[in-house]
């Protein structure tokens, strides 16, 4: 339900939809690429297997904390922008301003 009590439309709906995609794949993307820049050392340096294991740890708790928070902040901002009665598109004004 929307915040004036109505149904949703199709096409907020669809926002949602896109939005929760987006937030999924970029978040996706930022904790492999953080993920592969502090394990990865690792393996193209050949570590012996303590550091290996201390890189790989490491580098896997960076990247959920990292997916977590991307999801969250993406979510967010997409709640807090179609929740202010501003328009969704950037450069675009609401007549009152």
Do not use: H, K, N
């Amino acid at each position: 339900m929307t915040s004036d009590g109505g149904r949703r439309t199709q096409a907020e709906r669809d926002a949602i939809t896109v939005e929760i995609g987006y937030a999924l794949c970029s978040a996706v993307f930022a904790a492999a690429v953080l993920f592969g820049a502090v394990a990865g050392p690792a393996y193209v340096f050949g570590l012996a297997g303590g550091a290996r294991a201390t890189l790989t740890g490491v580098g896997a708790a960076l990247a959920v904390v990292v997916f977590v928070v991307r999801v969250v902040s993406v979510l967010m901002r997409f709640r807090s922008r179609s929740g202010s009665g501003q328009p969704g598109r950037p450069g675009r004004t609401s007549p009152g301003s």
